[in-house]
């Protein structure tokens, strides 16, 4: 049997194994919740505050599985969460709904496809679909309350935002993937200031998320 052919049947085999062990491509459905914090940074910091609230998150995703334990995963989620800003002149709820997705590289290892464990890390973009007029009509309203003109408010959010995810988890019976993730903002959330120079009002939203994911 000439080298050639050698070659070509040893390709062939380790195909197959790698076939019987994994699926080039799996998906799935994965949600949970998500634990949102505000870092504040503005002028006039003293007079704000900002709670932890809990939201929730749900959404496909799929995954590109590579030979020894590597791949890569994306998920397309509808995000929800609820912030809430006071100071002293009262209190704003304010919704939020966002569509996020992040993209992943994945390390995992999976012993008698019972049990394992995974790490991942990559971005993470979100993508706001709501409104912050409550949120300018609430700090408009500080503005009059301490003689300030709200027409010198100027809103430079950001409607989308990227960020940096960090994750590990559990393999369960290879399909199902419990884990947690810490979201590092690279960018601010929110950003107000009078007449586009002095900055009144900032934020990061960092974000804690315990999620399940079953794969198909």
């Not at 062939?12 to 799996?26: D, Q, R």
């Not at 590289?105 to 890390?121: C, D, E, F, Q, R």
Request: no cysteine; hydrophobic share 40%; net charge positive.
């Amino acid at each position: 049997m000439n080298k050639p052919i050698k070659i070509s049947l040893l390709l062939i085999m380790l195909t197959a194994t790698i076939s019987a062990e994994a699926k080039l491509f799996s998906y799935g459905l994965k949600g949970g919740i998500t634990l949102s914090s505000l870092s504040l940074s503005n002028s006039f910091k003293s007079n704000f505050s900002a709670d932890n609230r809990t939201g929730f998150f749900i959404g496909p995703v799929v995954q590109l599985n590579i030979p020894l334990g590597f791949g890569v995963d994306g998920a397309v989620l509808y995000s929800q969460d609820n912030i809430k800003i006071e100071d002293t002149l009262g209190s704003l709820n304010h919704k939020r709904r966002m569509i996020e997705i992040p993209v992943n590289i994945k390390w995992s290892i999976n012993l008698a496809k019972v049990i394992g464990v995974y790490a991942t890390a990559g971005p993470n973009f979100l993508f706001n679909l709501s409104s912050d007029s409550e949120i300018n009509d609430y700090l408009a309203n500080n503005l009059s309350a301490n003689g300030e003109s709200p027409s010198k408010l100027v809103n430079e959010s950001k409607t989308t935002t990227i960020g940096i995810s960090l994750g590990a988890g559990l393999i369960l019976l290879n399909h199902l993937n419990i884990g947690f993730n810490y979201i590092i903002p690279l960018q601010e959330s929110y950003k107000f200031t009078i007449d586009g120079t002095k900055e009144l009002f900032s934020s990061k939203d960092k974000r804690w998320q315990i999620s399940a994911a079953y794969m198909f």
